[in-house]
């Protein structure tokens, strides 16, 4: 996994590729047959949270650009992942065109609303932004349900499913495949954007903007080029979600999901591709535990106990995390690597 | 290293503990599955809990007693036990979708669904899969094409069509009564506003004026839209809301004195999500003249129905009494669900039974079914008609009292 002791690195490529070692290649090679196993093994329910939480990280890894990396905190995530969602139902169900040609609309159409509601990052940060961010939700839901004519308003959309060559994706595999195939090319887009300039600048920008612009990074252009990658990302997560659920309805995009996917990103660790990762499985799977685990709390103790679970243990994790690993926990999967790769000389055990 | 053992530790406890529930629900012998997905987190969490209580009571007593209700002769198979399966989706699509998939790999073969935005999710899926459902949300959506869910109820426009008739029926004026939405400002809401609805108020005698929103649960009063209704001279104001949006909007409307005894006359008639009962035992003689359609008969109505679920409420939980008038939702859910797997286990046996023999065996051949006066007429299904009802009901709150206006006839508005 880690870079061992003893390989160096003697070149620009070497020191350039995301994987360097054979183990590394190995085992992104075995991580690639097990996604492509995962149907022959999963029930529809695994692939269902299998397909959500590839979704999820996708849209996650566009916060983790704009949030984690650029420090502009965007609590309209998901109005975003809205105008993605609306412009690919639209294109395909009203106009006809297939979800191969309006998947790029729908991520330009994101990305172009992120530039829009991304313009008063010039003037304000902080706090101020986040409102602005959190009104860019409500704006974008709003206008959705008055272009009734356009988006069906309340009722929705219907979404045909897309299709591949004459093949129609809509089992449960094959709509995996289609979600873990964006999901991963979502992840190494990230992990080149952050290493180009303007990722570079990116950080410079969360890090200190004044020392930045001293510097002569363009907080303008930036600023807006993080805006826009960042939405590109949740439109793409917005179409795949409606295309999956064959249904495109606002109350698919409630305000706390854009809080929820800032918490996925505080628990994964923010400004790290893996913490995006992490973030969005764990907060996931940790979903899916407290609905197992409902019904049983409600059973013996009573229904009320079952009531709001989720979102206290989500908002549990989150607090702990905050508190006790402010890095997430791609820090804390760091430092099991370092130790495993330091043992038997951990400096821990030489203490 | 310490750190690094706790957290494996945890890891492999919580997969033993995922090993464990997986088989134990296993284990289960000859059992059917009623039940399906719950919101008791977000704005029905209320409402959910008492349909939960309602389920559970139910089906503790026709595992109980093998029978279907004191006033029904037919009889639940001796040897099949029903168990309750359900999960909380906390209104969010997302999640609702993955317990679907869970719920019907545990072989679930009936299904609920608890709001509009998981019945929007889950339509096409549910018909798609052959599944029957019922529903505690009803929008015209639910007609557009018809699909599987069910409701015993009836959908929102029905009802407040039957605000309207009931309106109209008093109305004493030579002028057109004014009529405007007052809705939720989400699916449910807005689901009213169908070309349909606006063109039966105006067939019927209405001037129609506008439409105005209310937070599904409002951290504020409606005062702006409360005073556009007035500059606007409304005489009946038309909407979808839960109790935590119509109780502060009734509040607000008799501080800025709007209301049928008022010294600005205004009514405002909501579906049933309102829950009329509930809103008297909030809010007493404050509350007088607002009406509601589709409501559930009170709890001191001497109908059959209401006596066994008190009876059986004071059998199972006497110190937990759930008075929320969703207990009688959920009531009529388990015993439509009941019905249909009693009906589909005739044709079919229970090994070989599959939830779309349940849909065609079940749900479609349930004719009158005699809830005891719980619903507004007895429940009837079939192919293309989901609307369980043929009447709604209208009651209105006077004197702190919910008084019966009476039923008028579905107008199928969709």
């Known amino acids: 996994m880690g870079f061992g002791s003893g390989a160096f690195?003697?070149?620009?490529?070497?020191?350039?590729?995301?994987?360097?070692?054979?183990?590394?290649?190995g085992l992104l090679a075995i991580f690639f047959v097990f996604l492509l196993a995962c149907p022959l093994f999963c029930s529809d329910r695994?692939?269902?949270?299998?397909?959500?939480?590839?979704?999820?990280?996708?849209?996650?890894?566009?916060?983790?650009?704009?949030?984690?990396y650029c420090g502009q905190i965007s609590m309209g995530h998901v109005g975003f992942m809205a105008v993605g969602a609306y412009v690919s139902a639209i294109l395909t169900a009203k106009l006809g065109w297939s979800f191969w040609t309006a998947l790029p609309c729908a991520a330009l159409a994101s990305g172009l609303a992120?530039?829009?509601?991304?313009?008063?990052?010039?003037?304000?940060?902080?706090?101020?932004?986040?409102?602005?961010?959190i009104a860019s939700h409500f704006i974008i839901i709003w206008l959705i349900l008055q272009l009734r004519s356009i988006t069906g308003g309340a009722d929705g959309l219907a979404v045909p499913k897309p299709q591949l060559g004459g093949l129609v994706l809509n089992s449960k595999a094959s709509y995996f495949y289609l979600v873990m195939v964006f999901a991963c090319l979502a992840t190494l887009l990230s992990l080149n954007i952050i290493r180009t300039r303007a990722g570079r600048a990116f950080v410079a920008i969360r890090d200190n903007d004044l020392a930045a612009e001293v510097m002569g990074i363009n907080l303008w252009s930036y600023k807006l080029q993080a805006f826009f990658i960042g939405c590109v990302y949740a439109g793409v997560a917005g179409s795949l979600l409606v295309h999956y659920y064959g249904f495109a309805s606002v109350d698919q995009f409630p305000f706390m999901d854009s809080v929820w996917y800032l918490g996925m990103l505080i628990v994964g660790g923010m400004g790290s591709i893996p913490g995006a990762i992490l973030g969005a499985v764990s907060l996931r799977l940790l979903d899916e535990l407290v609905t197992i685990a409902g019904p049983i709390l409600s059973a013996a103790v009573a229904a009320q106990a079952a009531a709001s679970l989720a979102l206290i243990s989500r908002g549990l994790v989150i607090i702990l995390f905050l508190i006790f690993e402010p890095r997430g926990l791609d820090h804390r999967w760091e430092m099991i690597k370092a130790y495993f790769k330091l043992w038997p000389f951990s400096h821990e055990e030489g203490e | 290293m310490s750190k690094i053992r706790l957290v494996l530790v945890a890891f492999l406890m919580m997969l033993a503990g995922g090993m464990l529930l997986s088989h134990q629900a296993d284990a289960a012998g000859k059992t059917v599955y009623v039940g399906g997905t719950m919101s008791l987190t977000g704005p029905y969490a209320e409402d959910s809990a008492a349909v939960l209580a309602a389920f559970e009571d139910y089906v503790k007593y026709v595992n109980e007693t093998k029978q279907l209700a004191p006033w029904r002769k037919e009889k639940w198979p001796a040897d099949v036990t029903i168990e309750l399966l359900w999960r909380d989706d906390e209104l969010k699509p997302a999640k609702a979708l993955s317990i679907y998939e869970e719920l019907k790999a545990k072989g679930i073969l009936v299904y609920r669904i608890s709001g509009s935005p998981i019945a929007l999710a889950l339509k096409d899926r549910l018909k798609q899969d052959g599944f029957g459902a019922t529903s505690m949300a009803t929008g015209p959506y639910?007609?557009?094409?018809?699909?599987?869910?069910?409701?015993?109820?009836?959908?929102?426009?029905?009802?407040?069509?039957?605000?309207?008739?009931?309106?109209?029926?008093?109305?004493?004026?030579?002028?057109?009564?004014?009529?405007a939405y007052l809705t939720a400002d989400n699916a449910m809401g807005k689901s009213i506003e169908i070309p349909e609805m606006k063109a039966y108020l105006e067939k019927i005698g209405y001037e129609f004026v506008g439409i105005q929103y209310v937070p599904l649960v409002p951290t504020s009063p409606p005062?702006?839209?409360?005073?556009?209704?007035?500059?606007n001279n409304v005489d009946l104001a038309l909407g979808v809301m839960i109790n935590p949006g119509s109780q502060p909007t009734v509040k607000e409307m008799v501080r800025l004195g709007m209301g049928p005894s008022q010294a600005f006359k205004l009514t405002?008639?909501?579906?049933?999500?309102?829950?009329l009962p509930v809103f008297a035992g909030a809010m007493g003689t404050l509350g007088d003249g607002f009406v509601v359609a589709g409501g559930f008969p009170p709890w001191d109505e001497l109908s059959p129905g209401v006596k066994f679920e008190t009876e059986l409420q004071k059998?199972?939980?006497?110190?937990?009494?759930?008075?929320?008038?969703?207990?009688?939702?959920?009531?009529?859910?388990?015993?439509?669900?009941?019905?249909?797997?009693?009906?589909a286990m005739q044709k079919v046996p229970l090994e070989n039974l599959k939830p779309a023999d349940v849909?065609?065996?079940?749900?479609?051949?349930?004719?009158?079914?005699?809830?005891?006066?719980?619903?507004?007429?007895?429940?009837?299904y079939g192919p293309g008609k989901i609307e369980g009802v043929e009447k709604v009901r209208v009651d209105q709150l006077q004197k702190g009292k919910v008084v019966k206006q009476g039923v008028w006839p579905l107008r199928n508005i969709h």
């Open chain 2, 142 to 179: 639910l007609m557009k094409p018809p699909g599987t869910i069910f409701t015993y109820y009836p959908i929102y426009t029905d009802e407040l069509a039957a605000i309207a008739d009931w309106y109209k029926e008093n109305w004493k004026e030579s002028r057109k009564p004014r009529v």
């Open chain 2, 268 to 275: 405002l008639g909501c579906a049933l999500p309102s829950h």
């Open chain 1, 46 to 68: 695994v692939l269902t949270i299998m397909t959500m939480i590839g979704i999820a990280i996708i849209s996650v890894h566009g916060l983790n650009i704009l949030t984690g």
């Open chain 2, 315 to 343: 059998k199972y939980h006497p110190n937990k009494w759930v008075s929320h008038s969703q207990y009688m939702g959920g009531f009529l859910e388990a015993m439509i669900q009941i019905e249909a797997l009693r009906l």
């Open chain 1, 114 to 133: 992120g530039l829009v509601f991304g313009l008063p990052s010039l003037k304000i940060k902080g706090f101020y932004l986040i409102m602005a961010t």
């Open chain 1, 9 to 25: 690195r003697e070149n620009y490529g070497q020191d350039m590729a995301l994987l360097r070692t054979r183990r590394q290649w």
């Open chain 2, 223 to 231: 005062t702006t839209q409360l005073m556009w209704l007035k500059q």
């Open chain 2, 359 to 380: 849909l065609n065996h079940g749900f479609y051949q349930i004719k009158n079914l005699d809830t005891g006066g719980i619903s507004s007429t007895p429940i009837s």
